[in-house]
């Protein structure tokens, strides 16, 4: 007797899976299923994943609308096949034994077919769906179809390169080329030799990816010529051979110019655009990847393309971070979080998502909150085991305990996110992670020289050292400009606590540099490239000449800090004056950014960045006349909110370390 009230949430899963298969048997689809059972399309879809349980009157006539009596939904009796892998196979072979008709195993194909469509919305079910894709190769390999097999093989491949089972991925979609080479299913197999180069990225072996995209980088199909070239210049710029990236996206243009207008608006410009933007981020032009980013945005929007919208909005997001507008960046990875987490369910971007949120949080000074978007992002990393949510999850704990001054446990998370940028050869990810445990170090130092230990702040001072040389090392080599820059001035830190006040100068003056003609040029990128650009990079939105045209950098976080480190230093060496028109700078940079914060958080940021008590107290000292103590007076009023008192405490004696 059907008693929804008695079910548990497993047995109402297993009613709503019996739902779907009636469907399919009765040949109809769920939202046709809705209409015909007069609910809502999404109160069905809550019915089928068991969320709801189905009303005796509801349920009454979905029997009468599929043809299936009642007793089939009887979670108790009966139970639909379910599982997956060898399971699946060995009972679906049994069936086979008892019944060997080609019919019969056509129609249950066809059953499985709009049960796997089912599961795909509103959600992935994604157990339910590699479980129908099993049943569904095993009753293909029963009718010996060769085509099929490996059509659901490739698809198997690539649900699982979704979970990030990268070995399984790679071996599935492997087998399945194979078939489709025995088939002569040409296109089939360029299709899956992308996932495989995917596969191949996502776990470090670049070499192999780039060789599987070059393999059908001369294929005849007109839909897969364009994303070969997108996929291998991404690819290119990641291996830091910028010329063959930027050789690739001229390829991957001309091909794109040929397709129909449809195609070429609505899918080719975003896929390059995408890629350009993140080019231009890390080659210091921040407005530019911007302007990129916002076109995918909108184009994403229009055609419904979830996954790129997303990528928009957290690229959009770390650029913001960048350029110093962090109520934006926050309210733009707010909204990942939420597209992430409650409409896609997607448990890789969400951690991303949530990693780059505790960023933003702990760089506005609310610890407590990046903490917890840091945990969260590290839960939700182990469950989707990916490289970029390990890695962002890692160093978002890393700075959250850095910002608490638990240095020690910020070596220890910096070290995750390194060993796994490593392995999967992402290097600026690496100069990210080493940078971060230079400064762990420098504040250990402090700690350790606080305590009296001299010799135990020594030993860590070389290694921050080190650790900071090697992020520069990283950074430069992948023409990483924000990367170089907070590489360079972790270094000065470093030379400036030993007592170095040569190097420390010699560092922070080059990282100053950067910010007025580190951006990456055109010109630079192309290197010995003669080669025309096609039309569609020399106009319009795509316009490299444009983009890349501005050498200055605008990292007022990065820089201000910088300035302050510079005017202390100068000081020191020549004088108050000497330093005064450093520290002026860097005071109107952190107006900047105050002024892009609403008063509460502009507080909270002032009393996080400790600097900035001293850069307005030393300003005040230096002022050598009545028109450079107008100056001042000038820039603190002009932030637009009345700056707390405590900031006239006494001037550092030197610039704090291990921030």
Not at 362 to 374: E, L, P
Not at 557 to 564: K, M, V
Request: aromatic share 6%.
């Amino acid at each position: 007797m059907y008693n929804p009230r008695s079910y548990t949430p497993a047995q109402r899963a297993r009613i709503g899976e019996r739902v779907k298969t009636a469907c399919a048997q009765a040949g109809i689809s769920l939202k046709r299923l809705a209409e015909m059972v007069d609910v809502n399309q999404g109160v069905i879809y809550q019915y089928v994943r068991g969320i709801v349980a189905i009303p005796v009157e509801t349920m009454q006539r979905i029997v009468e609308r599929t043809g299936v009596p009642i007793e089939f939904f009887d979670p108790e009796v009966a139970p639909i096949a379910s599982g997956a892998g060898a399971e699946v196979a060995e009972s679906v072979s049994r069936e086979l034994e008892t019944t060997t008709s080609t019919a019969r195993i056509k129609l249950e194909m066809e059953h499985l077919k709009q049960l796997r469509e089912a599961q795909l919305y509103p959600k992935r079910n994604r157990i339910g769906y590699l479980s129908s894709m099993e049943q569904m190769l095993a009753l293909a390999r029963a009718t010996d179809n060769k085509k099929q097999e490996a059509w659901i093989m490739w698809q198997i491949g690539r649900m699982r390169l979704e979970e990030n089972n990268i070995d399984s991925a790679i071996e599935t979609i492997v087998n399945a080329r194979r078939i489709f080479v025995q088939e002569n299913m040409q296109e089939y197999d360029d299709h899956a030799a992308m996932d495989l180069a995917a596969a191949y990225e996502s776990c470090g072996r670049l070499e192999d990816a780039r060789r599987c995209l070059q393999a059908i980088a001369d294929t005849e199909s007109p839909e897969i010529q364009w994303r070969v070239h997108v996929s291998l210049g991404a690819l290119h710029y990641k291996m830091h051979q910028n010329e063959e990236a930027l050789e690739c996206f001229c390829m991957a243009a001309e091909h794109i110019e040929n397709l129909s207008e449809n195609e070429r608006e609505h899918e080719g410009m975003t896929f390059l655009m995408s890629a350009i933007a993140e080019v231009a981020r890390a080659a210091g032009h921040q407005e530019s990847a911007v302007l990129l980013w916002s076109q995918c945005m909108q184009r994403s929007t229009d055609d419904r393309m979830a996954s790129h919208f997303l990528e928009a909005v957290m690229g959009i997001a770390q650029t913001l971070q960048d350029m110093g507008k962090l109520s934006e960046a926050k309210q733009r990875l707010e909204l990942a979080v939420m597209l992430a987490g409650f409409l896609f369910d997607d448990d890789a971007r969400l951690s991303v998502a949530r990693g780059l949120l505790a960023d933003v949080l702990v760089a506005m000074g609310a610890v407590d909150d990046a903490r917890d978007n840091a945990r969260l992002a590290q839960k939700l990393a182990y469950r989707a085991r990916g490289a970029q949510p390990t890695i962002v999850s890692a160093l978002s704990l890393a700075e959250t305990s850095l910002a608490v001054d638990n240095w020690r446990d910020a070596l220890d998370y910096s070290q995750e996110a390194l060993d796994e940028a490593k392995r999967t050869l992402r290097t600026r990810e690496v100069s990210r992670a080493r940078e971060l445990r230079s400064r762990a170090m420098l504040k250990g130092a402090q700690i350790r020289i606080a305590a009296g230990d001299t010799a135990g702040s020594n030993e860590l001072l070389t290694k921050a050292i080190a650790e900071a040389t090697s992020a520069l090392d990283h950074a430069l080599r992948a023409d990483a400009v924000k990367e170089t820059m907070a590489a360079r001035l972790a270094l000065a830190r470093c030379y400036a606590a030993r007592g170095d006040a040569e190097r420390a100068e010699t560092e922070v003056q080059a990282a100053l540099l950067l910010s007025s003609e580190g951006g990456v040029g055109l010109q630079r990128m192309l290197g010995s490239t003669t080669r025309d650009l096609p039309k569609l990079l020399k106009s319009g939105n795509l316009d490299l000449n444009a983009l890349f045209a501005t050498r200055s950098v605008f990292v007022p976080s990065l820089e201000w800090e910088a300035h302050y480190l510079n005017g202390c230093l100068l000081s020191r060496r020549l004088g108050p004056a000497a330093g005064f028109e450093s520290l002026k700078i860097a005071a109107n940079l952190v107006k900047q950014v105050l002024q892009t914060l609403p008063p509460v958080e502009a507080t909270r940021y002032i009393n996080y960045h400790t600097e900035i008590r001293a850069i307005f107290s030393d300003l005040k000292k230096f002022a050598s006349s009545e028109e450079a103590l107008a100056e001042v007076n000038e820039i603190r009023s002009s932030i637009g909110f009345q700056i707390p008192e405590d900031l006239d405490s006494p001037p550092q004696a030197q610039p704090q370390i291990g921030k």
